[in-house]
């Protein structure tokens, strides 16, 4: 899981997957799967603050960027 983490960090720093474009089918499923490594990595260090995250809903901030 901490791999897909440090590989989608260096994909944005190094502008692999660039979010001010339309982004390709491959980046949206990586980001979907990385979010949910993300979360239960959090969910492990911090339920109350996973809980917190979860309403925040990273799915439907992604949909306002692809769409």
Do not use: C, G, P, W
Request: hydrophobic share 40%.
């Amino acid at each position: 899981m901490l791999s897909n983490v440090k590989e989608l960090r260096n994909k944005l720093y190094h502008h692999r997957i660039d979010l001010s474009r339309e982004l390709t089918l491959k980046d949206v499923q990586f980001l979907t799967e990385t979010e949910k490594d993300l979360r239960l990595i959090i969910y492990f260090l911090d339920r109350d603050y996973a809980e917190l995250i979860q309403s925040f809903e990273f799915s439907k901030q992604l949909a306002k960027v692809v769409n």
